[in-house]
Every structure is written in C-alpha cells, then in structure tokens.
C-alpha cells in the first residue's frame, strides 16, 4: 500500500516555505527534541496538502487504498478515536432510517438492538439519534461474553408479533469483546439482512483481525456487516487516538452509496474541522505495515498460541488462577485471567505487585479478573517475561500470599475509602454508571437498579476501581 499522506508531508516540508497561517508554532524549533520533530510535520489544509473532510488529494487516494486492503466499499480514518466512527455511524444509521420514513419526518423514534455490553459512546450516539434501545444480552458473561445469534433471532420475532420491526433502524455488537469473545457475526448478520436491518460491528479491539488468517473470517467486514469500526491503536502499531471506519462491500442491495454519503455527512459533524495530519499519517502508515508484514502476523499468532498452551500448564498446578476460553469462539491475542477457587483475593493487589516487582502493566485489574493485551509488537522475550512473571504470581496465590484478610474485610474497607454511596435495587440511575477502563455501562440513565448491578458496584469498588457516575 502506498503512503499517499506520508508522501504528502514529506515533500511539503521539503519546501522552502513560510508560514503565515496556523498552527502557531509554524513549524519552527521551541522546546527541542520531540516536540520540534513533532511541529516540523504538523500541518493544516493549505494549497499542497488536502482537506479531511473533502479529500480530493493524498487522504482521498489513501483512504481508498486503504479499502484495497480492507476489502472494503470505502473506508474512513479516523482523528477522534473509534468513539468518533461510533457516533458518526449511529447518526447515519438513524438519518437513513428518518430518510427512509418519509423525508426526516418520522414521527416513530427509531429503535436500535445493542449489545448489552457495548461501549458507553455508543449509549452517547444513542441519545443523540433520538433513538429507543432494546439490549441483545450476552448470555455466557454480561460483561465480557459474546451476543449470539438465538438471543437476536428471540428479539427479532418478538419484533415482529409487536409489529415493530420496521421501527429497528440498525443492530449494534461489539466484536471481540474486551474480554475477546467473538460473536457469530455473520450468522447475526444474516438474520439481520432478512428484515433489511443495517449491521454495525464496533469492532474497535479486533483492528487486527484482517491480518490473521484465523480471526479474519470473524471481522464484520468478511461477515457482511455495513459498517464496521476499528480502533488502530488498541492492536496495531498507531497513535492513540486513530481509528479506521469501513463501510462494507456486501451490505444491502443498493444502500451502500447511500450509507457512505450519510456516514461522511456526520464523520464532518463529529470530528474536528482542523484534524491532526500527524494522527492521519500514523494511522496510514498502520494499515500500511500491516498490510506489508502479514508474515508477522503469522508469526505471532503462533508465538500467541504457544504461549497461551505453556500457561495454562503453569496455572493448572493448584488450579486456582485460570485462562479463561470464552465457548463460541475467543480472541487469542486477549489474555483474559480469572480467580476460580480459593480465598477471596484482590485483583488489584496482583495487577500492583505485577507493576511494582515484574515491570509488567496490566491493561484492566477488576474483582475477578485481569486482563493483559497482546499485540503484534510484542516478541518472544515479551512473553517469556509475562510467562514467568505469571508462574511467580501463580505460585504466590497458591501460597495465599495475595488472600484478602478478614473474609471480606478488605471490601468493605474499600468501600468505606471509596466515599461514595451503592445505589439501592429499586432505585433509578440518574446518570451513567460505569468504571474506565472499560467503559461498558454497568446501568444507564434512567435504569431501574437491579440486585445484579449494585453487587456488580460493590464488586468493582472493592477491587480498588474507580466508578464513574456514583
């Protein structure tokens, strides 16, 4: 793939040039090292470069050599993270559904099947479309797990003895989960396509799934989906902050023209008008990589797998510290563990000790479980030194060195710390309720409070989590 707005830079700031427009820092030297190297790249729309939003220049011909690879009607960087493309798609698809009612005149809201654990800006783009919400809830884990296509199939005929399914302007899942789990996406879109109900995939920890041949039938771009989201930078070498948003080649009968114009209508609402050409040149230059190293790919999805065997062999000797396997199907570059047995122990405690004595991040410590995200760029000696940080931690649980005093104690404690009140079942959630990372909402505005929330509260708390809308 050629990089069109790599190129692009490179022979502007090879020009003699100057600057009488902005940014302010005019591309000259300030503060030295990185951040003169970061201005002396750092332009805006003038005559040479192009315009994000009416690309007729370099960001026009990457974009769509971007959909060369991808396979791709059209495909759209993104310069606001993947909550950008979530928000512009949810719009489009609520617009087109306006459109299709009667010129923007319809008077019913439309209605949105989403997965029960989507992200919270998909419950943003939701309130902002004006639309309605029936959740599609994923039955093996209501936080981490994979919607499957019975649960769809059950909301859909319920749809349709109500005489409502008309009213269904789009289906949202989020694939893989940020657990890993995969849902059967095509099998979910091919229902979906019987009723003419648009797909979206927030597939926003799944950017590399085009690239290993394992996972790439289970992207929502292979399975058919009409829009599918990737965030760059979860999995592939880019910038935080850049994301890609594909419109699919075989979504429905004559709407793909339609979708692309009303997609591009709102990525100009909801991004910047000034976008960072150094976020477009990143995430350019990360299609482009992954496009030129499959190979790579390929390796590490062998080098995943054998870690992931000699793991488990380590954490089967007491067996209480497990690599969780979702059943369907699950992401194997998500290294997703669990507490099964034994005395209560904090997550957060390992996820510190990790930090603190092994130099090892965790990317999530919740009451249960720990996450850790591996990505292509992570090497042989990178999983060594999990692999044996993990045997130490594992040795250590099954010597109660990480038990939680006082049966519960530490609990409480926390949730004292924490000085915040547990909403009461019966309650109504006055704003949304969710901890970072990962942003799934645990209630929504307006929620009634269940038994299952408020201990899922309480549980988030005493693993130390900050909850945000308490």
Not at 115 to 144: C, F, M, Q, T
Not at 334 to 360: C, N, Q, T, W, Y
Request: overall charge negative; hydrophobic content about 35%.
């Amino acid at each position: 793939m050629k990089k069109y707005i790599n190129e692009m830079i490179k022979e502007y700031t090879n020009r003699p040039l100057s600057p009488w427009h902005m940014p302010g820092h005019k591309r000259k030297p300030h503060f030295g090292g990185f951040w003169d190297e970061t201005f002396s790249r750092d332009l805006t729309e003038v005559p040479g470069t192009d315009d994000y939003h009416h690309p007729e220049g370099a960001i026009r011909d990457s974009q769509a050599a971007a959909a060369e690879v991808y396979g791709t009607a059209y495909s759209h960087y993104l310069v606001g993270g993947t909550t950008a493309g979530i928000l512009a798609g949810i719009l489009a698809l609520s617009e087109l559904y306006r459109e299709k009612k009667g010129n923007g005149l319809a008077t019913e809201r439309p209605i949105f099947l989403v997965a029960g654990n989507v992200h919270r800006s998909v419950h943003h783009a939701l309130r902002l479309a004006g639309a309605d919400v029936i959740n599609l809830e994923p039955k093996e884990d209501p936080y981490y797990g994979a919607v499957m296509e019975d649960e769809v199939k059950c909301v859909l005929d319920r749809l349709e003895v109500q005489g409502e399914i008309s009213r269904v302007a789009g289906c949202v899942i989020t694939s893989p989960s940020y657990g890993g789990a995969i849902s059967p996406i095509k099998e979910i879109h091919d229902l979906l396509k019987k009723e003419g109900i648009p797909l979206f995939v927030d597939e926003a920890h799944g950017a590399h799934f085009p690239f290993i041949p394992e996972l790439s039938e289970y992207s929502g771009i292979c399975a058919g989906a009409e829009l599918v989201v990737q965030s760059l930078h979860k999995t592939l070498p880019a910038l935080t902050q850049t994301g890609i948003i594909h419109v699919g080649q075989t979504g429905m009968p004559g709407q793909v023209e339609i979708l692309e114009r009303e997609l591009t209508r709102q990525l100009s609402v909801v991004q910047s008008s000034s976008p960072s050409y150094l976020l477009l040149a990143s995430a350019e230059q990360a299609v482009a990589w992954a496009d030129e190293h499959r190979e790579e790919f390929a390796v590490y999805d062998q080098r995943v797998h054998a870690f992931r065997e000699r793991l488990r062999d380590i954490l089967s000797v007491g067996n209480r510290f497990i690599l969780t396997d979702f059943s369907r199907k699950q992401d194997p570059t998500r290294i997703f563990l669990r507490i099964i047995s034994g005395p209560p122990v904090s997550m957060s405690r390992i996820a510190d000790h990790l930090e603190k004595e092994e130099g090892i991040v965790a990317e999530l410590a919740g009451k249960d479980e720990l996450i850790l995200i591996s990505t292509v760029a992570d090497q042989d000696a990178d999983f060594e030194k999990l692999l044996a940080a993990l045997k130490r931690v594992s040795e250590k649980l099954n010597s109660g060195e990480f038990a939680d005093a006082g049966n519960g104690d530490g609990e409480n404690r926390n949730l004292q710390n924490a000085k915040v009140s547990v909403p009461k079942p019966g309650e109504v959630a006055k704003r949304d309720i969710y901890s970072y990372p990962p942003g799934i909402l645990i209630l929504r505005e307006g929620d009634p409070v269940t038994e299952e929330a408020a201990s899922r509260i309480a549980g988030e708390l005493s693993a130390g989590r900050t909850v945000r809308g308490l």
